[in-house]
Structure formats: C-alpha cells, structure tokens
C-alpha cells in the first residue's frame, strides 16, 4: 500500500491511496495528538485542503504513534489561559467535532491506540471507526477527571450509540474498552491488527458515494442535526458548576 501528494499542516500530514487517488489519509503526528488551539488549526486547515480537492471522497484519520490516537484536549495548555478563555476554547473544539460529524464525505476513524476523552469524541464524530485488536483502549474519562461532558459531546455519544446500558457504561463508569469488548458492544465497527488495511478495503467500498458530496452531506446533516445544533450552541451544560468554567460568558 504507497500513499502519495503528501501536504503537511503543521504536525499533521495529508496523502491520497497511490492506487485510488479519492481516498485520502490524514495522519497525526503530534505524539498524544491533544488538542490545542495550533492543532484544532492544523485540522481546519487539512479538511479545508481535503474539501478543496474536487476528486476526495472519502477519508480516513490516523495517528503516527505506535501508542496513541488522540488523548483529547490539552488541559495542561488549556486550563492556564484561565476559565472564560477555556470556555471559548471548548466551542472552538465543539465546532471541529461538528464539522467532522458532518463533513460531506465517508469518515474513517482509523483507532491505532490509546483513543480516549476528547480523542474518544473525535473518533465518534467519524462515520466509521476502525481500532486495533491487540492494543490501545477507547474510553471517556470524565467521571474520573472531573469534567461533566458539555451538551454537545453528549449529543454525539447519544446519536452514536444506541444501546441505553452501553451508553450509561460509557459515559458513568470512566471504562476502558479494549477493541474486542468495543467491536462487541459496537463503540466500533471492526477490531483487527492490521487496521489501515481493513480501513483502506472500507474506503473503496464507501467513495463512489462520497463523489455525491451534496446528497452525502445533506444526509449527514439531516442525521446529525440535533447534535450538530448542541455542538454549535455556545453552552457547556451542567459543566458550568465546575470552577474552571467559573468565568461565564
């Protein structure tokens, strides 16, 4: 398998399938890949330059590390900026999440480790994910961090899993899923060891619809609506009784 054009946003890269130039691959490559406002940044950028390209229709995410997907936001950068500008911040990463949650083309999360809290969210915000088998757990941590999720985060996980007692486990216990027991409960659609393989195999069953990129992204759209309007609302919920959001806006 030989990817090809790569283009690099900051410290993340985009490439096409050398053997089928629609699907595009973008990677992370920021070791932990959390998410600070440089690397909500780099995003945007890389989905602009992926939307730009009139033949992508489909992409896959991924990270470099052989240990980590996302681990989520970067509270150690965040958090210092004070509560009125973390606030302003989560909206920014609301608004990645929408966009990802709506892009107009197939999305593949392609879980090569530790996906977890805000990295956990990016995946789900995918329309597909991927993860291995033999390494890395998904898990949302908040009961354990102390970070209610905001309505919009929480509108994701409702409109992505729709088993009530997976969904109470998921978000209450702060369990870590390997891939197996997330196959199982269906947080992901495939757990294997050789998943870029199984998810460029997804890509060329899924991009000829993507080439539709209007009817795709008004399905999207249409799908996603109520969280799409959570994500983008200005509210952080009931986590707005935490200190750090003591500052409100």
């Not at 729709?162 to 269906?186: C, I, M, P, Y």
């Not at 757990?191 to 999207?220: N, P, Q, W, Y």
Request: contains cysteine; proline residues 3%; aromatic residues 12%.
């Amino acid at each position: 398998m030989k990817w090809v054009n790569k283009k690099e946003f900051g410290n993340f890269y985009v490439e096409q399938l050398e053997s089928n130039q629609d699907i595009f691959l973008l990677t992370l490559n920021d070791n932990e890949n959390r998410f600070n406002d440089d690397n909500l940044g780099h995003f945007h950028k890389s989905l602009d330059y992926i939307e730009s390209c009139e033949n992508a229709s489909c992409l896959i995410t991924t990270s470099i590390s052989p240990k980590f997907y996302s681990l989520g936001l970067d509270l150690d950068w965040a958090l210092p900026r004070g509560p009125k500008n973390f606030q302003e911040f989560v909206y920014r990463f609301h608004a990645l999440l929408q966009r990802v949650l709506t892009f107009p083309i197939p999305t593949i999360s392609c879980i090569n480790g530790h996906s977890f809290a805000g990295g956990a969210m990016f995946s789900m915000a995918h329309d597909y994910r991927i993860m291995k088998s033999d390494k890395g757990f998904f898990c949302l941590p908040e009961i354990d961090i102390h970070i209610p999720l905001t309505p919009g985060m929480n509108a994701i996980l409702q409109c992505k899993i729709s088993n009530a007692n997976t969904f109470r486990d998921v978000v209450l216990t702060g369990k870590r899923f390997g891939g197996k027991e997330a196959e199982k409960l269906q947080l992901v659609d495939k757990a294997c060891t050789d998943i870029l393989e199984k998810s460029v195999e997804l890509a060329e069953f899924l991009h000829t619809k993507g080439k539709d990129r209007i009817t795709f992204g008004s399905l999207k759209e249409e799908m996603y609506k109520s969280a799409s309007k959570n994500l983008l609302e200005k509210s952080i919920g009931f986590a707005g009784r935490l200190s750090i959001f003591e500052a409100k806006l």
